[in-house]
């Protein structure tokens, strides 16, 4: 005689009740932008509803978090140490661009991360011009920088010594203008990534990410460039505006959190 099954509590599917929570939006979104938030300590992606929304709108969403929300494959660790930029070798692209021209790896790190020039949420397709801009305006800098060498040394039998002052402060002024630029992008950059991928300061707590790029700016960006990235399994790339072979249209979008 067959046993007879008995059905149980056990073999009864329940419905998962999707939590409901409220997060002010970090800026100006069209309709079907995709951000990432933190709730709970949680990554978790944010779709904008229809309409779009407007800077600090709350809107409310469905807190649904995805296990491979956290690109590191290590939810609140680095990848690696940040002196490790010779990790891929010398001729590896993050590391030529980190010692050469450090902006140029910025610029494409921003890239990935969709934020516009000054390290804000990109609004639309404007995430594809930050490459571009970032350069502009370091390229002008050292334009500038260049034109301002030509200028000769004021001197005691000058004519135009007042001039030629005027000339070598206004200089000194734009090198301050362009460093505070670049302090101020990595160090809000960094925190993107922090925020991201769920990491915390473990020195200097609440001023960690101005204190590296204060302290070692290429060291920074190498570190955030092979953090957003997956350098084992993604061809680097020199001339393309995320440093990766892929195109900017197929790659995963990496974008900056919002701590809800």
Known sequence: ???????????????????????????????????????????????????????????????????????????????????ACSRYGIFHPSFLYACCCHFVLLAQVMTRLRVDWKADPAVGDEWKKTFRNVIVISCVYGFLKYIFMLAPEPGMEDDNVEVIGFVVTFEQIIGFIYWLYMLYVVSKTRKLVRQRDGISDENCVGCEDVACALCCGCCTVSQMARQTAHYDTEEAAFFTIDGLESKPTEIEPLVPVVDV
């Open 1 to 83: 005689m067959a046993a007879e099954s008995k059905a149980t509590y056990g073999s009864i599917p329940v419905a998962n009740v999707v939590e409901i929570i409220s997060i002010t939006a970090p800026s100006a979104m069209n309709e079907g932008f995709v951000f990432d938030a933190i709730h709970n300590g949680v990554v978790f992606p944010v779709t904008v509803p229809a309409g779009g929304v407007k800077e600090g709108e709350v809107i409310q969403v469905p807190f649904k978090p995805l296990s491979d929300t956290i690109s590191s494959g290590s939810p609140g660790k680095w990848k690696d140490d940040i002196f």
